[in-house]
């Protein structure tokens, strides 16, 4: 492993008036005085940074905070028996997952659907209330914990699996049945609304405050 | 309207600081990160093309298989029951969850299938001595397809549900569930083996296609 050429001044694109594009990665001027501009190489349309990105985190962040609640409050599954029909939430299934040799698997759904979401929503609103307030400090842990929101929401669609062929397989009426229950929709909904505030975030906010600084100072 | 490229070839920036710099020359294998927020720039592979043509192959020939045959099955008292990867997602639509039905046909089986057939057209079109435009705006499309398939987080929550299922009923793992597992696996060597610096540099630009265009007569005529 190599590392690129150290800057000891910590030159940004954006001070030098340099576009990155993203998708195919070419260093490209921007015509004099223009803000936006396209790349000659892929055609992607290029800004200094994504557009509107807090803006648009925070409207997918808070649409995932309000399916939070319905997802852990109403039934994913409905078991249907001779007995009778029982409906469980998330967190019930993770006790009835819990056993003497179930209890990694119950821990594995425990972390993945009920803490990873969670975990998720605060660490993108910590992110965002810091990259708002222009905070220099954390930088490199900041930018670490986004790489780890980024790392594993997708994980989290684990549980809207397990549904789906607990379900699909435990069609054995009038024996036993197992159907989705609404919470299962608001729960996937919580997974794809975090995985897009992740996704339109931008990373390069965090630093931008430093990189002020260090132009006033230098 | 175009930027002016900046002519080093070397010079690139860091998506996650915006730190300008430039990259050094590596060794197929060898990997530049950036000095201020430790984001991995670049990693030469060696010989990336042919590897990930191979590997996207294998990849499609196991997907095709993976969706054929069942996946899960399971035997109470006397009765039995089998699933494929396509029966999860009908199950949730007839029992009215139609958006979580959807999506869970993206994650498995519309995502992934993009995400190996992309990659056979752009290694594909890559091979040619100079690769054309329409490899570039797949490659453009390439990394929204790779977000959204799911199939080892799918693994993971089959796992889940036979040991669930198995306090009721036994459970018989399918073919699909074993060519699965190796998929994952393919998937993530297509993906590891690709280097798509190296094809961004083989591509024609889309500026020039502007160029040519406006080169053309009739167009000059018509402005």
Redesign the interface.
Known sequence: ???????ES?????Q?G???C??????????PG?EE????????E?AFRKRASVQRTWAYLLAAAICYVPANLLPVLTTTTATGTESDTILQGVV??WSPT?WP?SL??LVASIMIPSAKILALAYLLVTAQRGSVKN??QR??L??VVEFIG??S??????D?????????QP??SV??APG??FF?AVV?LT?LAA?SFD??L???AA?SKEEVHG | MYNRPVVDDSLTLCLHCDLLQRLPDLLPGGSARCPRCDKELWRRRDDSLNRTLALSLAAAVLYIIANAVPMLGLTIVGRAASTTVLGGVETLWQDGQVLVAVLVMITVIIAPALQIGLMLAIVLGALRTSAPRWVGALMRHHPTTQTWSMIEVMMLGVLIALVKIADYATVVPGVALFVLGALVFVLAAMQASFDPREVWQKIEWAEDGVRHTTDDPASEAAS
């Open positions: 492993m190599s590392s690129s050429a150290p800057a910590y030159p940004t694109a954006m030098e340099l576009h990155g993203a998708v195919c990665g070419l260093i490209s001027r921007p015509a223009a501009g396209r790349c000659p190489r892929c055609n992607e290029l009835l997952l179930g698997l594995i759904v930088n490199t930018v670490r986004y790489r997708r994980w669609m684990v549980d809207v699996f397990v789906t062929f607990t379900a699909a397989l435990i069609q054995l024996l036993m159907a989705p299962l929709l996937a794809v995985m996704e990373p390069r965090i630093w931008d990189n």
